[in-house]
T-cell receptor, first 116, second 116 residues
Framework: ETGVTQTPRHLVMGMTNKKSLKCEQH?????MYWYKQSAKKPLELMFV???????ENNSVPSRFSPECPNSSHLFLHLHTLQPEDSALYLC???????????????FGEGSWLTVV | QQQVKQSPQSLIVQKGGISIINCAYE??????FPWYQQFPGKGPALLIA?????SEKKEGRFTISFNKSAKQFSLHIMDSQPGDSATYFC???????????????FGKGTKLSVIP
Protein backbone atom coordinates (compact mmCIF):
# COMPACT_ATOMS: atom_id res chain seq x y z
CA GLU A 1 0.00 0.00 0.00
CA THR A 2 1.68 3.19 -1.21
CA GLY A 3 -0.93 5.65 0.04
CA VAL A 4 -2.10 6.42 -3.50
CA THR A 5 -5.38 4.74 -4.42
CA GLN A 6 -6.71 4.52 -7.94
CA THR A 7 -10.15 3.48 -9.12
CA PRO A 8 -11.26 1.69 -11.12
CA ARG A 9 -8.43 -0.79 -11.50
CA HIS A 10 -9.78 -1.95 -14.85
CA LEU A 11 -11.96 -0.11 -17.34
CA VAL A 12 -13.23 -1.09 -20.76
CA MET A 13 -14.86 1.66 -22.76
CA GLY A 14 -16.09 2.27 -26.26
CA MET A 15 -14.74 5.09 -28.37
CA THR A 16 -17.88 7.16 -27.87
CA ASN A 17 -18.09 6.73 -24.09
CA LYS A 18 -17.24 9.21 -21.37
CA LYS A 19 -15.60 7.87 -18.25
CA SER A 20 -13.35 9.09 -15.47
CA LEU A 21 -10.40 7.72 -13.56
CA LYS A 22 -10.06 8.68 -9.92
CA CYS A 23 -7.02 9.02 -7.72
CA GLU A 24 -6.78 9.75 -4.02
CA GLN A 25 -3.62 10.20 -2.00
CA HIS A 26 -3.49 9.81 1.77
CA UNK A 27 0.05 11.09 2.21
CA UNK A 28 -0.51 14.79 2.70
CA UNK A 29 1.38 15.59 -0.49
CA UNK A 30 0.92 18.79 -2.45
CA UNK A 31 1.68 17.59 -5.98
CA MET A 32 -0.14 14.99 -8.04
CA TYR A 33 0.59 13.50 -11.44
CA TRP A 34 -0.91 11.42 -14.21
CA TYR A 35 1.45 9.10 -16.12
CA LYS A 36 0.68 6.80 -19.04
CA GLN A 37 2.39 3.42 -19.29
CA SER A 38 2.08 1.48 -22.53
CA ALA A 39 4.01 -1.42 -23.97
CA LYS A 40 7.34 -0.62 -25.59
CA LYS A 41 7.29 3.03 -24.50
CA PRO A 42 8.76 4.75 -21.47
CA LEU A 43 6.46 6.00 -18.78
CA GLU A 44 5.02 9.24 -20.11
CA LEU A 45 4.16 12.21 -17.93
CA MET A 46 0.75 13.58 -18.86
CA PHE A 47 -0.24 16.15 -16.28
CA VAL A 48 1.14 17.65 -13.09
CA UNK A 49 -0.75 19.57 -10.45
CA UNK A 50 1.02 21.44 -7.71
CA UNK A 51 -1.10 22.96 -4.97
CA UNK A 52 -4.13 22.21 -7.15
CA UNK A 53 -2.76 24.30 -10.01
CA UNK A 54 -1.86 22.59 -13.26
CA UNK A 55 1.81 23.14 -14.00
CA GLU A 56 2.36 20.75 -16.86
CA ASN A 57 0.39 19.52 -19.81
CA ASN A 58 2.72 17.42 -21.90
CA SER A 59 1.05 17.86 -25.27
CA VAL A 60 -1.71 15.52 -24.25
CA PRO A 61 -4.72 15.33 -26.61
CA SER A 62 -7.80 17.18 -25.43
CA ARG A 63 -9.75 13.92 -25.16
CA PHE A 64 -7.94 13.60 -21.82
CA SER A 65 -9.07 16.20 -19.32
CA PRO A 66 -7.62 16.36 -15.80
CA GLU A 67 -9.28 17.79 -12.74
CA CYS A 68 -7.77 18.43 -9.32
CA PRO A 69 -10.48 19.65 -6.92
CA ASN A 70 -8.15 19.55 -3.91
CA SER A 71 -4.68 18.37 -3.01
CA SER A 72 -5.84 14.84 -2.19
CA HIS A 73 -7.90 14.07 -5.27
CA LEU A 74 -7.13 13.89 -8.96
CA PHE A 75 -9.37 12.86 -11.82
CA LEU A 76 -8.73 12.04 -15.44
CA HIS A 77 -11.83 12.53 -17.56
CA LEU A 78 -11.90 10.49 -20.76
CA HIS A 79 -14.03 11.05 -23.83
CA THR A 80 -13.97 9.87 -27.44
CA LEU A 81 -10.80 7.88 -26.88
CA GLN A 82 -8.99 5.88 -29.53
CA PRO A 83 -7.85 2.24 -29.32
CA GLU A 84 -4.24 3.44 -29.12
CA ASP A 85 -5.11 5.12 -25.82
CA SER A 86 -5.37 1.67 -24.24
CA ALA A 87 -2.71 1.63 -21.53
CA LEU A 88 -2.05 1.61 -17.81
CA TYR A 89 -2.71 5.04 -16.34
CA LEU A 90 -0.73 5.74 -13.21
CA CYS A 91 -1.43 8.40 -10.65
CA UNK A 92 1.39 9.63 -8.42
CA UNK A 93 2.00 12.17 -5.72
CA UNK A 94 4.92 13.91 -4.05
CA UNK A 95 5.66 16.50 -1.45
CA UNK A 96 7.20 19.26 -3.51
CA UNK A 97 9.94 21.50 -2.25
CA UNK A 98 10.80 24.71 -4.06
CA UNK A 99 13.88 24.27 -6.21
CA UNK A 100 14.82 20.95 -4.62
CA UNK A 101 14.92 17.63 -6.38
CA UNK A 102 14.78 14.32 -4.70
CA UNK A 103 11.47 13.97 -2.98
CA UNK A 104 10.09 10.54 -3.64
CA UNK A 105 7.25 10.28 -6.11
CA UNK A 106 4.77 7.64 -4.96
CA PHE A 107 2.75 5.78 -7.56
CA GLY A 108 -0.63 4.13 -7.30
CA GLU A 109 -1.23 0.68 -8.74
CA GLY A 110 -2.74 2.08 -11.88
CA SER A 111 -5.94 1.84 -13.88
CA TRP A 112 -5.87 -0.52 -16.84
CA LEU A 113 -7.81 1.10 -19.67
CA THR A 114 -8.95 -0.77 -22.76
CA VAL A 115 -10.63 1.19 -25.54
CA VAL A 116 -12.70 -0.92 -27.91
CA GLN B 1 13.60 12.41 -28.34
CA GLN B 2 14.31 9.91 -25.60
CA GLN B 3 16.34 11.63 -22.90
CA VAL B 4 17.14 8.55 -20.82
CA LYS B 5 18.38 5.43 -22.60
CA GLN B 6 18.23 2.15 -20.71
CA SER B 7 19.74 -1.22 -21.52
CA PRO B 8 19.31 -4.11 -21.75
CA GLN B 9 15.63 -4.48 -22.48
CA SER B 10 15.57 -7.86 -20.76
CA LEU B 11 17.97 -9.73 -18.54
CA ILE B 12 18.14 -13.30 -17.28
CA VAL B 13 20.39 -13.99 -14.32
CA GLN B 14 21.03 -17.09 -12.27
CA LYS B 15 20.18 -16.98 -8.59
CA GLY B 16 23.14 -15.60 -6.70
CA GLY B 17 24.52 -13.76 -9.71
CA ILE B 18 24.95 -10.05 -10.32
CA SER B 19 22.36 -8.14 -12.35
CA ILE B 20 23.57 -4.98 -14.06
CA ILE B 21 21.32 -2.44 -15.77
CA ASN B 22 22.71 0.64 -17.47
CA CYS B 23 21.29 4.05 -18.23
CA ALA B 24 22.58 7.11 -20.05
CA TYR B 25 21.17 10.62 -20.12
CA GLU B 26 21.67 13.75 -22.15
CA UNK B 27 20.12 16.61 -20.21
CA UNK B 28 22.64 18.09 -17.77
CA UNK B 29 19.79 19.76 -15.86
CA UNK B 30 18.89 16.40 -14.32
CA UNK B 31 19.92 16.44 -10.70
CA UNK B 32 18.44 13.33 -9.14
CA PHE B 33 18.52 9.78 -10.45
CA PRO B 34 16.09 7.26 -8.94
CA TRP B 35 15.54 3.64 -9.85
CA TYR B 36 12.05 2.21 -9.69
CA GLN B 37 11.03 -1.43 -9.37
CA GLN B 38 7.71 -2.59 -10.78
CA PHE B 39 6.09 -5.96 -10.17
CA PRO B 40 3.26 -7.16 -12.43
CA GLY B 41 -0.02 -5.52 -11.53
CA LYS B 42 1.63 -2.91 -9.33
CA GLY B 43 2.76 0.64 -9.80
CA PRO B 44 6.48 1.51 -9.83
CA ALA B 45 8.06 1.82 -6.39
CA LEU B 46 11.22 3.73 -5.54
CA LEU B 47 14.11 1.32 -5.01
CA ILE B 48 17.19 3.50 -4.60
CA ALA B 49 18.30 6.94 -5.77
CA UNK B 50 21.46 8.98 -6.15
CA UNK B 51 22.50 12.59 -6.59
CA UNK B 52 25.20 13.53 -9.12
CA UNK B 53 27.63 14.72 -6.44
CA UNK B 54 28.35 11.13 -5.35
CA SER B 55 29.73 8.29 -7.46
CA GLU B 56 28.16 5.36 -5.68
CA LYS B 57 25.33 4.57 -3.33
CA LYS B 58 24.67 1.22 -1.74
CA GLU B 59 21.57 -0.03 0.02
CA GLY B 60 21.70 -3.69 0.93
CA ARG B 61 22.15 -5.72 -2.24
CA PHE B 62 21.42 -2.74 -4.50
CA THR B 63 24.13 -0.32 -5.65
CA ILE B 64 23.97 2.64 -7.99
CA SER B 65 27.17 3.65 -9.76
CA PHE B 66 27.19 7.15 -11.22
CA ASN B 67 29.58 8.64 -13.77
CA LYS B 68 28.80 12.32 -14.16
CA SER B 69 31.33 13.05 -16.91
CA ALA B 70 30.03 10.19 -19.04
CA LYS B 71 26.41 10.97 -18.11
CA GLN B 72 25.83 7.34 -17.25
CA PHE B 73 24.56 5.47 -14.23
CA SER B 74 23.89 1.85 -13.49
CA LEU B 75 22.11 -0.41 -11.04
CA HIS B 76 23.87 -3.46 -9.67
CA ILE B 77 21.90 -6.15 -7.85
CA MET B 78 24.22 -8.42 -5.94
CA ASP B 79 23.26 -11.99 -5.01
CA SER B 80 20.17 -11.75 -7.24
CA GLN B 81 17.13 -13.64 -5.98
CA PRO B 82 14.00 -14.92 -7.73
CA GLY B 83 12.04 -12.33 -5.74
CA ASP B 84 13.99 -9.62 -7.56
CA SER B 85 12.29 -10.63 -10.81
CA ALA B 86 10.53 -7.44 -11.89
CA THR B 87 10.84 -4.61 -14.34
CA TYR B 88 13.36 -1.94 -13.37
CA PHE B 89 13.18 1.64 -14.59
CA CYS B 90 15.89 4.22 -14.31
CA UNK B 91 14.76 7.81 -14.21
CA UNK B 92 16.17 11.30 -14.12
CA UNK B 93 14.53 14.20 -12.39
CA UNK B 94 14.46 17.94 -12.65
CA UNK B 95 12.56 20.25 -10.38
CA UNK B 96 9.91 22.48 -11.80
CA UNK B 97 11.06 25.99 -11.09
CA UNK B 98 8.81 27.62 -8.54
CA UNK B 99 6.14 24.95 -8.74
CA UNK B 100 7.18 22.58 -6.01
CA UNK B 101 6.79 19.45 -8.06
CA UNK B 102 9.10 17.21 -10.03
CA UNK B 103 9.37 15.82 -13.52
CA UNK B 104 10.66 12.29 -13.92
CA UNK B 105 11.95 11.15 -17.29
CA PHE B 106 11.99 7.38 -17.42
CA GLY B 107 14.01 4.85 -19.36
CA LYS B 108 12.10 2.16 -21.22
CA GLY B 109 12.62 -0.43 -18.51
CA THR B 110 14.49 -3.70 -18.09
CA LYS B 111 12.64 -6.91 -17.41
CA LEU B 112 14.76 -8.94 -15.01
CA SER B 113 14.22 -12.65 -14.56
CA VAL B 114 16.22 -14.42 -11.87
CA ILE B 115 16.14 -18.16 -12.36
CA PRO B 116 16.76 -20.63 -9.53
Amino acid sequence: ETGVTQTPRHLVMGMTNKKSLKCEQHLGHNAMYWYKQSAKKPLELMFVYSLEERVENNSVPSRFSPECPNSSHLFLHLHTLQPEDSALYLCASSQGGRGYSGNTIYFGEGSWLTVV
Amino acid sequence: QQQVKQSPQSLIVQKGGISIINCAYENTAFDYFPWYQQFPGKGPALLIAIRPDVSEKKEGRFTISFNKSAKQFSLHIMDSQPGDSATYFCAAETPYSGAGSYQLTFGKGTKLSVIP
